[in-house]
Each structure stands twice: as structure tokens, then as C-alpha cells.
């Protein structure tokens, strides 16, 4: 068998301006399943999150909050910590874009951009969004009915002039038009793809990339009244993170990234600036920028004002963490935008989770314990039915390959719930409670049959639901080696005999809580 090769994702870099929200979690989630089920393929995973800690919005909440830039990101940064591991993310690092790794990456990229003639210096006089941290054409913006200027993403612009070194952006037209072209698959899904192509087209100017109005970022080399524009700084995160400016070790092992993961409003940092940074640096292009949707509560933009804003703990603590990680894999296609509401969750995890999986599962084994002596049957001759059902759950490694490596999670959760709702209409026809009497073996056949998809199902939920999916393998008593997809398909059947514990329900119902009379 040939070596897997390793496997490099991101999560973006998020702003510890605030507490992180809903949409910072579903990021994570999002790409901590993809993680883990490269992991369980046998590849080798760095999987990499952290936060953005430098810019003009960071400084104005900390001047807002009374308190210094570093303090504000160290305070908001640990919470963010604290996010992923309350969401049970398998993060192998986290970077702080204060650290001193990140300093020394940035100043070498930097440098090496110089080299290569493409930084000059000059004065930069046009519009700017604190929020997006952004500069703006003129042409993007528009005076709405206060009278205030707002930029494309709907964030106020206020004018900015002042001296500045520039990045050659517009030498990299052709370069980047040219990458899109001969790499499809460089951005995804395709609607972004689209909206990059036509914003290149439509002609780069030079990019303005540093600022002197303040001094909360990374210095410029030999310039030190200059601090880096904060994208600069931020994009450059991805490679510190293996080591950068070494490019041995872990840059030799995993650089380019498999797949940078964001979010659709920065698509256009990860897939003009961050490709044309890295050619002019010299360094190879990471293979995919992904960018996944907005999600809205209740068809509602998350807001601080609008006082929807939803705290990631909030809703683990309401409906546990495998059921929402499920539930917004499942519910929003990995890359639109997505809506919530308790209407939608309580839907997902009473149907698909407490009834597909869970009573599938309890009913079968539970026969299994009280009816075949505790141990799992050995199967006689499979019939048609079993082995068309068999045939289904073997099948689904491949086509979860397939969608994960497009990022269709959405896709790879149908697969595996349509071969659950196969497991189910099977098991209700062959009736094997009615075959206890009749045909005992018959019996032992389809309950053996059944536990051998619940196996499959259990383990390709993992990546989704580590803790539901591994407590459902406890079940069948696999163990640590039983459980990566090598063992999927026919290579790891289960094995007649082998002792079955009590099952224990792994999928509660959700339940209102009672309300006060
Ligand atoms: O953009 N739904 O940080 P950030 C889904 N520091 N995703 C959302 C969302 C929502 N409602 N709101 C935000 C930054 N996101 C930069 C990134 S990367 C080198 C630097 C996503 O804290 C957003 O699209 O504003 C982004 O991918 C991530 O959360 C962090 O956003």
C-alpha cells in the first residue's frame, strides 16, 4: 500500500475583539470534522485554528474597554481557546498572532517580498473599513440614506491618508487569473469561485500593506514607524504555524495546505492576496481555499444590537455537542448560508439521531442480549435483502471520500443517514422479533446483519460525533485499531461469537423542559 500523504487544514484566524459566537463555532466544527476523518483515513493531520490579534479594530476595543492591546487579546484569545476545546476539536496547535514565531515569519515574508521588487513605498489616500479591516475603490462603496459611506461587506468606510509601503498587486492579474484557470478546484464551492474571477478581471490595483497612524502590529524590517497591514500578518499565520521561515521540518511535511477553511466574507484575502503574497515570496500556493456560508438565527444576521447572539456554551449546554455538531453539518449545505432555530435542532436530533440511529441500535442489540445468549450470531447464507443492505454500507467509505475531499459534508452525513434509513425499512420488513419463533438462525442472520451497518455507520460518524459514535462501538466491543476506516467495508466484518454488553440508549430524545404552570 502506498503511503497517505499528510494532510494540512485551516480554520481562519478569528478578531478576539469579542466572545466568539456561533458562527467562530461552526467554523471549527466544520473543520475539525474534516480533520478528523483524514485522520481516520490514515493520514498524517495538522489541523490548525487560532486568533488575529493585531489592526485598528482590535486597538479600538481595547481603547473602548480601557484596556492595552495585549491584554485584550491574551483575555479574549483564552476564551477562544477554551471554544475549541469545549467544542472537542482536535486542534494540534493554536496560534496567537502576537507570538514571537509569528513576528519573525512575518518579517521574513515580508522581506522576501521586498526581494523580489515587489514592496514599494508611497502615500495611500482612499477609503478604509475598520471593521473588515479593508481598503475599498471608491466605486465599491456608496453614501446610503444617513449619510455615511459603507463598503461592500455593509460596514461604514472613513477616509484614510497617509504614508504607506504598497504590494505589486497588480503584476499578479494574469498570474492569479491563470492559477484559477488551471487550478478549478483552487476555490470552492464554484459561486466564489465565479465572484473571485470576475473581481481579478476586473483589474487589481496595487494594495496598500502598512500603516503608520498606529502602532499595534507587527514593525516593518528596517522601517519600524511602518507596522504591517494587519492581513499581511494575518494570512502569513497559516505558515508560522509549520515553522516558517524554515522551510524544512513541518513546512516541508505539510505546506501547501490541503485546504484553508473560511468564511464566504473573506474569500477574497484567502484567494487574491494570500496566492499573489506567497508567488512573490517564493512559497508554493496551498491547494484550497474553501469558503462556507453565513449562519443566521431564525432567518435573523446575528447582532449585537439585535441581542441574538448566541453563545457557543448556550447551545451545547441545551442540546449537547455531538447534536449540534451533527445538527449544523447536517442541516446547512457546507457552503451556503445556513438558518437556525429550535424548531430545526429538536427536528434533527429526535428524528435522524434519537430514532434513525439510536432506536436502530437499541432495538437490534437489545435483541441481541436477551435472544442469542449475549453473543453477537454468527450469520447464515445471506439473502438478497442482506446483501443489498451489506452492499450499501460497504459503498460509503468511497462516495464520503469523494464528498469530504469537496468539502460536502452535508453530502457524506446524507450518504451515511440514507444507508440508516435502509438499515431501518430492512429491519422492519425482515421482522426478526416474528422470526425468534420461526427461524431462529434467520433471526440471528438479520440481527447479525444489522449490527454489522450499525458498526460501519458508528464509524464513519466518528469525525461528526466522536463521543455518540464512540460509544456506539463500544457496543459492539471494537477496539482503538477497530475503529479507523481501514477496518470499513469487508476488511473489518464483525465476527460471530464475540460478547455483547447490555446496550445502553447513546441518543436521548429532547425533551421541552417542563414549563412553569
Ligand atoms: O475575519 N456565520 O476574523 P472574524 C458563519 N481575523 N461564519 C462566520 C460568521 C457567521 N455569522 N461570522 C464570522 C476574521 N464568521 C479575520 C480572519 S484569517 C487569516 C483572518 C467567520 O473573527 C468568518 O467568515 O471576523 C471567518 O472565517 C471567521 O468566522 C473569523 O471571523
Known amino acids: ?176 487569473i491563470e492559477l484559477y484557470e488551471k487550478n478549478p478546484d483552487f476555490i470552492g464551492p464554484n459561486a466564489r469561485r465565479n465572484e473571485v474571477m470576475s473581481f481579478v478581471k476586473g483589474g487589481l490595483k496595487d494594495l496598500s500593506i502598512s500603516r503608520t497612524t498606529f502602532d499595534w502590529g507587527i514593525p516593518v524590517p528596517g522601517d519600524e514607524k511602518h507596522v504591517m497591514y494587519v492581513w499581511v500578518d494575518a494570512l502569513t499565520n497559516y505558515i508560522t504555524a509549520l515553522g516558517y521561515p524554515d522551510m524544512d521540518g513541518d513546512m516541508a511535511k505539510f505546506w501547501p495546505a490541503n485546504a484553508h477553511i473560511i468564511g464566504k466574507d473573506i474569500i477574497r484575502f484567502h484567494a487574491v492576496y494570500w496566492p499573489a503574497f506567497l508567488m512573490s515570496a517564493g512559497v508554493p500556493l496551498p491547494e484550497r481555499v474553501f469558503a462556507h456560508g453565513f449562519l443566521f438565527n431564525s432567518g435573523e444576521k446575528m447582532s449585537k444590537s439585535l441581542g441574538n447572539v448566541i453563545a457557543p456554551r448556550d447551545l451545547v449546554e441545551t442540546y449537547g455537542l455531538d ?54 450470531p454468527v450469520p447464515g447464507e445471506f439473502s438478497a435483502d442482506d446483501k443489498a443492505i451489506l452492499l450499501q454500507a460497504d459503498e460509503m467509505l468511497e462516495k464520503c471520500r469523494g464528498f469530504m475531499a469537496k468539502q460536502e459534508i452535508h453530502h457524506a452525513l446524507a450518504c451515511i443517514w440514507s444507508t440508516v434509513g435502509e438499515a431501518n425499512r430492512y429491519f422492519a420488513s425482515q421482522e426478526p422479533w416474528a422470526l425468534k419463533k420461526t427461524d431462529p438462525e434467520r433471526m440471528g442472520t438479520v440481527l447479525y446483519t444489522t449490527a454489522e451497518i450499525i458498526r460501519q455507520v458508528g464509524i464513519l460518524a466518528q469525525p461528526v460525533m466522536p463521543t455518540s459514535a464512540g460509544k456506539l462501538l463500544d457496543l459492539l466491543v471494537l477496539s482503538d485499531d477497530e475503529r479507523s476506516f481501514a477496518e470499513l467495508g469487508e476488511a473489518g466484518r464483525l465476527q460471530g461469537g464475540r460478547e455483547l454488553p447490555k446496550p445502553q440508549g447513546v441518543f436521548p430524545r429532547y425533551v421541552e423542559p417542563e414549563t412553569a404552570e
Open 1 to 176: 500500500m502506498t503511503e497517505k500523504s499528510p494532510f494540512y487544514i485551516t480554520t481562519a484566524i478569528s478578531y478576539p475583539n469579542g466572545e466568539p459566537h456561533i458562527g467562530h463555532a461552526y467554523e471549527a466544527i466544520a473543520t475539525d470534522v474534516l480533520a478528523r476523518f483524514q485522520r481516520l483515513d490514515g493520514r498524517e493531520v495538522h489541523f490548525l485554528t487560532g486568533t488575529d490579534v493585531h489592526g485598528q479594530k482590535m486597538l479600538q476595543t481595547a481603547v473602548k474597554e480601557g484596556m492595552s492591546p495585549s491584554d485584550l487579546a491574551d483575555k479574549n484569545s483564552k476564551l477562544f481557546r477554551e471554544m475549541v476545546e469545549m467544542l472537542g476539536c482536535s486542534n494540534d496547535d493554536f496560534i496567537q498572532t502576537n507570538e514571537e514565531r509569528h513576528y519573525k515569519s512575518c518579517q521574513a515574508i515580508w522581506q522576501k517580498m521586498a526581494d523580489a521588487g515587489d514592496i514599494y513605498k508611497d502615500s495611500y489616500a482612499g477609503w478604509y473599513s475598520v471593521r473588515d479591516e479593508a481598503y475599498y475603490q471608491e466605486g465599491e462603496t456608496e453614501v446610503r440614506e444617513d449619510g455615511v459611506r459603507y463598503g461592500p461587506q455593509g460596514t461604514p468606510v472613513e477616509w484614510v491618508e497617509e504614508e504607506s509601503y504598497f504590494f505589486r498587486l497588480s503584476a499578479y492579474e494574469d498570474k492569479l
Open 323 to 376: 447534536q449540534i455538531r451533527y445538527f449544523f453539518l447536517r442541516e446547512v449545505p457546507f457552503g451556503q448560508d445556513g438558518n437556525y432555530n429550535h424548531e430545526a435542532m429538536v427536528n434533527r436530533i429526535n428524528a435522524d439521531l434519537a430514532n434513525d440511529i439510536g432506536n436502530l441500535a437499541q432495538r437490534s442489540l437489545s435483541m441481541i442480549f436477551k435472544n442469542c445468549e449475549g453473543k453477537l
